[in-house]
């Protein structure tokens, strides 16, 4: 948390502004990102100013909270943030298992995307998770009670105390290079939007995408069947909501938004769409409208779905850690249209 603030911050400092704020998110990740790689993790994916991790093996939580504080420390002591707000962290984790599909229409754009009951109760872990507090979820303090130092903060969910670790473990060695030798990269165009596509084709090669200010309408859509749940057949769950998605991603792209990403979100998932960023359009702000129109006519018993849209200037622009980046957007135009979203009636 703090990154809406200092946005609204270096909204007013002209052209700096964006790159100061690029430098501070990249930061922010590279620390982040840094400590799962180095407790043997992997970033699943960047979520705006989150992130997704797993863990395959045993995590000392205690350490791995330590070595995050630790990180979070050395960004918020950086010379871009002296004297401007300072960044928090929420972390909520569980253990259990998840699958991952690919969701979305190959044609205009996939995701990505982790699915399963363990899904939901990480984000209920992190809502209950204060500044620079981690909290873990029923299944991980039952396995880790008698090795960690936990208190319970209500309904199964336990707060975790950090414990000192003079020297972290060295387990990311070979992240580098497992990225780097991936093959048929041209297999992972469908999950980036073609603006975003577009705007690194035209970017000097080995550089980032500018980070700017623009106006942008921001259109959030949460929608919610029975694959969080459908674990007897997960794969004909994926099958059934990629038909409804389909659909949504081609009344989204008709209308020219951008698809930024698919998100968990408690009970389902939540899609984030752009109507001017990357790329600004003619009537962007009508086309949001007309987008929100046409998805929420999509609903029906087993496809529930409601949408959140507003208009502000956001920051956008390339952001993340060496080895994983995504284009992303925020400000208080995302954070109202996330909350006029959850406000809404399915």
Request: hydrophobic fraction near 45%; glycine fraction near 10%.
């Amino acid at each position: 948390s703090g990154f809406t603030a200092l946005t609204r911050q270096l909204s007013r400092s002209g052209d700096e502004g964006p790159e100061i704020l690029t430098r501070v998110l990249n930061l922010f990740f590279d620390a982040v990102a840094g400590v799962v790689f180095k407790f043997g993790g992997d970033v699943l994916k960047f979520a705006g100013d989150a992130l997704w991790a797993f863990f395959r093996d045993d995590l000392d939580i205690g350490g791995f909270f330590h070595c995050a504080l630790t990180a979070l420390e050395s960004v918020n002591s950086a010379p871009e943030l002296i004297d401007r707000t300072r960044l928090k962290i929420h972390i909520g984790a569980e253990s259990g298992s998840f699958f991952l599909a690919s969701l979305g229409d190959p044609g205009v754009r996939l995701e990505a995307e982790p699915i399963g009951n363990i899904l939901g109760k990480v984000y209920q872990a992190c809502d209950i998770a204060g500044e620079n507090e981690f909290v873990i979820g029923p299944a991980l303090g039952a396995l880790r009670s008698e090795s960690e130092k936990l208190t319970p903060v209500g309904e199964g969910y336990s707060l975790v105390a950090a414990r000192y670790v003079s020297r972290p473990p060295e387990n990311d060695a070979g992240a580098a290079n497992d990225y780097l030798s991936l093959e048929g990269c041209q297999r992972l165009t469908p999950y980036v939007a073609r603006d975003v596509l577009a705007k690194i084709e035209t970017s000097v090669p080995s550089m980032s995408v500018q980070g700017e200010h623009r106006q942008v309408a921001v259109l959030f859509a949460a929608f919610e069947n029975n694959i969080g749940r459908r674990s007897d057949d997960p794969d004909q769950a994926v099958v059934e909501l990629n038909r409804k998605l389909a659909a949504c991603f081609e009344a989204i792209r008709r209308l020219h938004g951008s698809i930024a990403r698919i998100d968990p979100f408690k009970r389902g998932h939540k899609l984030l769409v752009l109507f001017g960023a990357p790329t600004k359009r003619e009537n962007d702000e009508i086309n949001g409208l007309l987008c929100a129109r046409e998805l929420v006519a999509m609903a029906d018993a087993s496809f529930r779905i409601r949408v959140g849209l507003a208009i502000g200037p956001l920051f956008c622009g390339d952001v993340g850690a060496e080895l994983r980046r995504e284009y992303t957007v925020m400000g208080d135009g995302i954070n109202l249209a996330a909350r006029l979203m959850a406000k809404a009636a399915w």
